[in-house]
């Protein structure tokens, strides 16, 4: 038999967990035609995979690439990692289903964190939102449908409950979206409009994730906590799940801060729902701290109306002076103990790589007041990320614990990466290139872990829960998604002061048959097909 390609003695770990086998694979147009001993078999194409690893194309479930995947399709950063498709919609916050004007401000509103993609695209619906990835990319590409846009297209960006018929809208608008291919329902409780929600709200929402047996993925409540079940947070995303019977999957679900070497304080709450009836699967990315953008410090009264009546509200002296006290006397998060990570090229941009403190005190301000001035001069286009643990001892402690989560079988990884494209200007949170080959690579080296159990995290683990078909395995009749890459020196080579370095050790990659990557460099070719 003639196949297309044939990756040639490698091993083969197919994804379900099963320990690697020496196998060839080969591949005829979009598929896996065979896996065995292809020694008689011909092929335009053969990669010899000697020594090499060969797995199921890595599954990324948390995602901020929806605006730079259409900025630049090629998407090195996460196909020289093997994640061979993106889920993107995390936290709520995307783009469909909006009304072009709503597309336009929430774009502007999101710039920060998603960048800005091209004003002129359909974000009418999720189905319109997939077509503008669809073959445009290197890699796959499926999304939630998320809180932030269809709480805009029913109510616009205001702090009231959805009830009636709002909330018929909106039901509607999440059961097509969910129709249309959307793989979970999602949300961030740290983010508006989301925060503007309550529990109830949540749970009638739920209800519709939860006939399709689609997963409600959210990042937990830290704003408006009073609106809440039980103070937001856990309590609340689990008696979601109690309520409506939908599948709960809990976003960079870690130890932080005090709870760090402490892994019971947050795992005995989920443990103790699952074994009352709640489904819960997790995720975490493999780094200390995090990434966001600044909106996540203001209070909900400052969103509201959108992006303008936000800058109006920012740009009057009187408003700022008082908001800012809010912020230095009672923070929702405090600020400080961040840097800046991406800025809208204009003035500021020399400030990118500095801590909030140390611009600061340049600027001869206070670290709230500076932030609130850079949102009005830079309207609204900044990221930030948190500085790593000074001290090594609790970041290798905080790495044991992540890595200890992700034995449990209800663990997979979500990158959270957020790329800068221009016109921002920055240097990102290392995740972004490194978290998949920091995971497969360094730390399973260092703490031993089995490779299949890691490569089992990332790829059919993920498939299955957000049920995406024909992904995640190896087997003769699915896509031919595959990661090869050396298993003794696969390596993340992305650092926090120097983060925008690809990983080493992963030299080929196919999406749906076709080469993207191939000997450490990206082919150009746009395999990329959109999940629904
Ligand atoms: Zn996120």
Redesign the pocket.
Known sequence: MNFDTIISGGTVIDGTGSPGIKADVGISGKEIAAVGNLSESTADQVIDAEGLTVTPGFIDV?S?ADGALLLDGQHASGIRQGVTTEIVC??GLSYAPLSHDDYLMYRKYLSGILGFPPEDLDMSSIDAFLGNYHQKTACNVATFVGHGPIRISAVGMKDVPLRGADMDRAKGMLREGLEQGGRGFSTGMSYYPNAYSDTDELVELCEVAAEFGLPYST?LRNHNPERGFGGGGVAEALEIGRRSGVPVHL?HYRTAGDQIGDISTIMDPVDEAKANGVDVSLECYVYPVGSSFPHTFIPGWVHEGGSDDMMERLRDIETRKGLIKFLQDTPITPMGGNMFTAISEGPNTDLVGMTFEDAAAEKGTTVEELVMELMVEEEMGIGFRGIPPTSVKIWRQHEEDVMTLLDRPDYMIGS?SIPVAPPLVGIVHPRAYGCFARFIGRLRRRFNKPLEQVIQRVTQNPAERFKIDKRGVIAKGNYADLVIFNADTVNDQSGFEDPAVHPSGIPHVFVNGQQVVKNERVTGVMAGEAVR
């Open positions: 948390h901020h995390p936290d990042h976003e959270d």
